[in-house]
């Protein structure tokens, strides 16, 4: 298994790889980010033997199973890899076109894209039929969900043994065709734009609008929290990807947000979103 990319949701797919008993190798740009990455899937796995959810042999097998890198020659073993790099098409293509020529013939190559088309991102691979979605949700560790996708050219071996994968993996799967937000984002993306614009629109504080849709719609956590947690970068290049692919004003990413990710506001990340964090 190969994951390729170890920010937030990259680390946390290695980690449920290694939890699910699979050898893992974890590719970063450099060693440097890799080893950040290493520490805090090994800091998370520590926290779990503290709080009795894991055997401490079980969490050092654990850590033993992932290796880290900077080079993708190291992945020339997997039989499935994962990206989860920036959210830039070129690079996403140019990144599946060097897994065709190193990985096995075999290999199912999967992206936890959570707006691009995977089609276009398989439009330059000269085996389209091995690329499909895989779409994990942050904090990946935690939530169950992972959304299998069926790109145009995807064969139905690839989608098939990336579903059993996330079945392995202790996820649920749900299977989808590649449509622009898949599942989830087509309806949770506008739905925090609308959630940021009441903000301006009732006057309401990111407390109250927070313990609004906690206390009257029963969501784990507030609308601005979410954001914050998911990244107000990604999450306004996820309303941009889906406004140019549907044009509706929904999708949209309010001004407010925009003007944050400008000011290099981005959530729990930067230390400071609508909440400010440690
Ligand atoms: N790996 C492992 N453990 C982690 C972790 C990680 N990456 N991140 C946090 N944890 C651990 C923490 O260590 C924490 O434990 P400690 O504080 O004891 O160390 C524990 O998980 C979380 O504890 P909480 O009490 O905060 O847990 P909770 O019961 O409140 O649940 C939650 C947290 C699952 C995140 C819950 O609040 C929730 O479901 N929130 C909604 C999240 C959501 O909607 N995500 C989807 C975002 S959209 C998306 O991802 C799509 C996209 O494409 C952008």
Not at 11 to 22: P, S
Not at 128 to 145: D, E, K
Not at 154 to 174: C, M, N, Q, R, V
Not at 176 to 198: A, M, S
């Amino acid at each position: 298994m190969g994951v390729v990319g170890l920010g937030a949701m990259g680390a946390g797919i290695a980690q449920l790889c290694v939890e699910a008993g699979v050898d893992t190798v974890g590719r970063e740009v450099s060693l440097e980010l890799a080893q950040k990455a290493g520490d805090r899937i090994a800091h998370f796995l520590t926290r779990k033997v503290e709080k009795g959810q894991l055997d401490q042999d079980a969490r050092d097998v654990a850590v033993g199973r992932l290796s880290l890198t900077a080079d993708l020659e190291d992945l020339a073993g997997c039989d499935l890899v994962i990206e989860a790099i920036v959210e830039e098409l070129a690079s996403k293509q140019e990144l599946f076109g060097e897994l065709e020529r190193i990985c096995g013939g075999d290999a199912v190559l999967a992206s936890n894209t959570s707006a691009l088309s995977v089609t276009e991102i398989a439009s330059k691979s000269s085996t389209p039929q091995r690329i499909v979605g895989m779409h994990f949700f942050n904090p990946a560790p935690l939530m169950p969900l992972v959304e299998i996708i069926r790109a145009e050219l995807s064969s139905d071996d690839a989608f098939e043994t990336a579903y059993a994968f996330g079945e392995k993996l202790g996820k649920h799967p749900i299977r989808c065709h590649d449509t622009p937000g898949f599942v989830v984002n087509r309806v949770l993306i506008p739905l925090l734009n609308d959630c940021v614009r009441v903000l301006d629109e009732a006057r309401v504080t990111v407390e109250d609008l927070d313990a609004g849709m906690k206390h009257g719609a029963g969501w784990p956590m507030g609308p601005c929290e979410l954001v914050d947690l998911v990244g107000i970068d990604v999450h306004v290049h996820a309303s941009d990807a889906l406004y140019e692919k549907l044009r509706e004003p929904r999708m949209a990413p309010p001004p407010r947000l925009v003007a944050m990710r400008n000011a290099g506001l981005l959530g729990r990340k930067s230390g400071r979103g609508f909440y400010t964090y440690d």
